[in-house]
């Protein structure tokens, strides 16, 4: 098999290519509902504010996939229904971060205020977030609703938001907002977390679309991807909260807050295996201190 060569920045502008293409069939459902304008632009201000910003790891990465299992690049239709598909991801994706931004009382996302934040969104971003998320359905029913394998596509988008959402809910009980317990966290506990909350989503579901688009039908063989993806996706979120805690900011992009933030990061827990009780009451009343001036405005 010839593994066609991956360049990073031309694979990101060919992929972006496909996101109007995207927005507007999305906008035209809408119009052939007779939806007022307002409401049109209203759906195409979510999508290109939310959507497209990001670095498209999971987006790309499905077509990646798709070209490495060919063994050479995708062109015309096939590319553009595999990028689809990966907008699909994408969509997803954006859908999990205005909701989760809403529950962590964020300020930031990717350089600009988050999407509830903007003037005149607040609580309409909640109803914006389930937009997203079935805008990533209406795709999949316009592009693969013919195709013997579009059953399966439906099936790992829910079983994934399904698990993505069990993983934030393991965070946000474990770490609340409004209050410091580090008797909850662990390593155990922290690794069940990034592996429902970010490794099925970010690393397992792409590859497995790009299985299922390219034909592949056996278990075993997304059995083995799954056992081989999601402790990358493991290892991806490890590395990134110790960055959080060490990388200078310039490198960051931002200055790291976590363990201030009281989150349930690998370095905190690891911290925990060796600190004295007096440093453990210290670090909480540091971070109590912290959840209340933030509270506080």
Known sequence: MVIPRLDVAYNKKRFLAVFPVVVEELLDSLRAESMPEEIIEWYRRNLEYNVPGGKLNRGISVVDTVEILRGKLLEGEEYRKAAILGWAVELLQAYFLVADDMMDASITRRGQP??????GVNNIAINDAFMLEGALYRLLKQHFRKD???????????????KTEVGQLIDLVTAPEDRVDLS??????????????????????????????YGITNPEQFALAQKILIPLGEYFQVQDD????????????????DI?????????NVALQHVTPRSARFLTRTTAARIVNVSRG
Request: contains cysteine; glycine residues 2%; hydrophobic residues 40%.
């Open 114 to 119: 988050c999407w509830y934040r903007v003037e």
């Open 260 to 268: 201030l933030d009281n989150k349930n990061s690998w370095v905190v």
């Open 242 to 257: 110790y960055l959080d805690c060490f990388a200078p900011p310039e490198k960051l992009g931002k200055i790291g807050t």
């Open 184 to 213: 909850k966290f662990s390593l155990e506990r922290h690794r069940l977390t990034i592996v429902y909350k970010t490794a099925y989503y970010s690393f397992y579901l792409p590859v497995a679309l790009a299985m299922h688009f």
């Open 148 to 162: 013997s394998y579009y059953t399966d596509l439906l099936e790992l988008f829910l079983e994934t938001t399904y």
